[in-house]
Every structure is written in structure tokens, then in C-alpha cells.
């Protein structure tokens, strides 16, 4: 499996060794910022048997139909402020002051992924242009980049928060509940939850090195077992398995609704409960 960085924890601890307790075939997962898997997908570097993305929208406009001509959504997220509780910035947010105000004054580095590899980067960058129109402050998106700094590995951007070398990181809810990090919510129309406020995240573009336009959207999470897949029976019991045990994802910290799991093109009828 070949998945975003934002699941690794799901993945390696939860749903990876239940399902090799439940069937014959083994799991083994590899992770990156989505746009990098998908990267290693058409440049052949990998041949997953299953591939998860976390943006819906990436996965169906990155690879081609012949590829991936369907694909599940099975789960959703927010954008939440993770932060270490005894840092100068911690304090400020546990004191309630306004996160805006906190990060764009703090003098620490604040964390994010890599726009141009995963969409929790660019994401990151979206929500600054959406709060300086939200919070109605001009000038609030770039005061908030400033103490940017990029971590490469979507996977690991909160270890150095717990190791106190970052204050703090703009990450998923849950990478926030499975490193058990303090965390800042916020509004639904900056937090890229409620697909609700499709429009609303719409706003907000990024255009990636390699010159794709990418457009503020839902945290929608998809699967598809490609075309390519060396063993797509095994990806396939493996997909079937991820979406019958819709508990396992809210445990840690995915948003699970009756909306899910969403079909998109021909998905094989063995997959979806």
C-alpha cells in the first residue's frame, strides 16, 4: 500500500495489523505526501497494490482513467494547530488568545509539510489566505508564512514538536490524536472539513513547481486498487477490509459519516459493504 503520510500511524498500528490477523495475505504500507505517491505511480518508481490519497481531487486529476478508473472515499479530517504545551506559543494558545494572533506575532517556527509533495502543505498555506479574508486583517497571510518552516516528511512533522524543536505544526486532527498533542480547532470555513463550504475553500488556490493549479477543497481520503497493482485480489480484500471497520478510522480521529463510503466510477462490487 502506498498511502498519504497523514495515516501512517492508522495504517502501521491499527488497520495494517488487523487485517494480517483476519486474512492470508500480508500488509505492508509506505508512506509519503499524496502528491509524491501519485508521482511514484506514474513515474513507475512504485506499484502499489492499493493507493490512498488525501485529496480526493489529486488521486482522479493526477492519474489517468487507465490507471485509476475508480476510487472509494471512505473518511474526512480538519486542519487543527497542534502545539507543544510548554512552549511560549503553547501557553499563548492554551491561554485562549486568538491562533492567528499567536502565530503570526510568535518569534518559533511553526511547522508545516511540503506544498509542492502532500496536500497538508499547500493546505496550510490556503488557510492563512482564507483567515486573512475570514478575520477581515489585510496583510495576515503573509505575516502568518513568515515563521513557516517545511518538513519534508508528512509522517514525522510532529515529532519535532513533541521533541520541543518546532512550537508547533499545522497538521490533521488526527495526527494531533495519535502523537496525543494539545491541539487548537478551528471554524469549519478554515479547517477544509465541511463539504459544505466547498466554495468557500475554493478561494483558495495553490499552483504546485510542477505548474498544477490545485483549488481548496473538502479533506476528503480515497482508495483505489490500480490498474497497475502486481496483486490486485490482495488490494482489493484490503480496501474491503478498511471500509467494513469504519470504527477503527473514527478511533483515530477520521470522521466517518453516513456519507461514507462514497463510490466514484466503476467500483467492483466485492469491495463496497
Known sequence: MLSAGSLATLFENTIGPAFDDAHEYGYRGEFHGSNAVMRMVLDEQKQPDVIVSADAELLRTRLPEDIAPWDVVFGSNALVIAYGPDTAVGERLEGEEPWFEVLSEADAEIARSDPDLDPLGYRALQLFDLA??????????????????????????????????????????????????????????????????????????????????????????????????????????????????????????????????????????????
Open 132 to 273: 486573512e479574508q475570514y478575520y477581515d486583517r489585510d496583510g495576515l497571510a503573509p505575516a502568518l508564512t513568515e515563521n513557516l518552516v517545511i518538513d519534508p516528511q508528512e509522517a514525522h512533522i510532529l515529532a519535532r514538536v513533541e521533541a520541543q524543536e518546532r512550537a508547533a505544526a499545522i497538521v490533521y486532527k488526527n495526527m494531533a490524536v495519535d502523537h496525543g498533542l494539545p491541539y487548537v480547532e478551528l471554524p469549519e470555513k478554515l479547517d477544509f472539513s465541511n463539504p459544505e463550504h466547498a466554495d468557500y475553500y475554493a478561494q483558495a488556490t495553490y499552483t504546485t513547481e510542477d505548474g498544477t493549479t490545485v483549488e481548496g477543497a473538502p479533506v476528503l481520503y480515497n482508495a483505489t486498487v490500480p490498474s497497475t497493482a502486481p496483486n490486485p485480489e490482495a488490494g482489493r480484500a484490503f480496501l474491503k477490509f478498511l471500509l467494513s471497520n469504519p470504527e477503527m478510522l473514527t478511533e483515530n480521529g477520521l470522521v466517518v459519516t453516513d456519507a461514507f463510503p462514497r463510490p466514484h466510477g466503476p467500483v467492483p462490487e466485492e469491495i463496497v459493504p
